[in-house]
């Protein structure tokens, strides 16, 4: 897959509002569900509105449940966010217990769609010591020297120039104590 | 009768749509034929897709070297080296990656001064012959050494 998909966007994560950050908002608003009363593509709907439903209902008590029974229709479910996506998920020939694991990822998503996030971590604020500028290491005496300065105008040391070590080495080979020649 | 011929007739494929459509998608964002006609995307999408698959070591191969080239450059402002820093932060035992000491060179500017510090001081103590530092040492950093 090409990270220049049309149908997969990509972008950095994010939460709406912070959620989480104090308390937990669910960001599911209201999730539609769509059966047929006699069809058998819409047992598993069926089962799970006669067993699940209630309970779901009251672990998430932020979101209104609606139910369409709909002659001679497939099963779906609509899920609608408080930023206002709507997603929406075919349940036909689903199972019981496959339309409750769809139906707590509905509940466990933002309306924010479904990307290819470039980095796994996101803050508002990178840096606590100060960004760094072109100024951060400076001296802030530069501000007020005068140029030409006795300090700053001189050459950083940078070790013995190559001029120096060839005067060194041409030290090291004299000879200290030479020979006189007998006459 | 004749069933030689209707047996033998093959059905045509009915997955021709479903393929074409996966294709499709891939190709979506291409110009001109490429996106919209089946026997010319193919040969740029199974191009684009070799690509893919071997920029994904390129990629790692990249991020480090931008990561090295960041540090070096932060480093240098600070009179330092890279081989320096790196050398002399593997001796004092600090273990942390490219990633985040160029994270640390641009947003904690005045952690990674502190780190190219110790590196230094350490490598006044024990210095690595070819590795040549002349600049006084760095002032407010107590090694093991001196205590």
Redesign the interface.
């Known amino acids: 897959m090409s990270n220049k998909h049309l149908f997969l966007p990509s972008g950095f994560i994010r939460t709406p509002l912070q959620n989480g950050l104090g308390r937990y908002i669910p960001q599911l608003q209201r999730i539609t569900l769509k059966f047929c009363k006699n069809h058998g593509g819409s047992r598993g709907v069926r089962d799970f509105i006669e067993t699940d439903l209630m309970e779901f209902a009251k672990t998430n008590p932020g979101t209104v449940v609606y139910l369409k029974p709909r002659r001679h229709r497939y099963p779906c479910m609509v899920a609608e966010y408080l930023n206002g996506e709507r997603e929406y998920l075919s349940c036909h020939e689903f199972s019981r217990a496959e339309i409750q694991k769809w139906l707590s990822y509905m509940c466990t998503r933002s309306g924010i769609p479904v990307m290819r996030f470039r980095k796994y971590q996101h803050t508002d604020y990178p840096s606590i010591q100060g960004v760094w500028n072109p100024f951060t290491h400076q001296a802030p005496e530069i501000n007020v020297a005068q140029f030409p300065h006795e300090i700053l105008s001189k050459p950083v040391n940078n070790g013995p120039t190559a001029t120096d070590q060839l005067i060194e080495i041409f030290k090291k080979t004299q000879i200290k104590d030479p020979v006189k020649p007998e006459h | 009768m004749l069933i030689t011929r209707v047996l033998c007739s093959r059905t045509p494929n009915a997955d021709g749509f479903w393929k074409r459509r996966r294709v499709f ?2 190709t ?2 291409y110009y001109g034929r490429k996106r919209n006609c089946y026997s010319i995307a193919i040969r740029y999408l199974h191009r ?2 070799v ?2 698959r071997k920029s994904r070591k390129l990629k790692k191969r990249d991020a480090v070297e931008l990561w090295q080239q960041r540090i070096s450059a ?1 480093c240098r ?3 330092s080296s890279y081989e320096a820093l790196v050398r002399g932060m593997a001796r004092c035992q600090i273990a942390l990656d490219r990633k985040t000491l160029a994270n640390l ?7 990674f ?1 502190s780190l190219t510090h110790i590196a230094a001081a350490k490598l006044q103590r024990e210095p690595i012959k070819g590795l ?1 530092d ?2 006084p040492p760095p002032a407010g950093v107590i090694t093991r050494g001196m205590l």
């Open positions: 998608k891939l979506a964002h684009a897709l690509y893919v932060g402002e600070l009179g060179a641009i947003w904690e500017p005045r952690t001064k040549n002349f600049s």
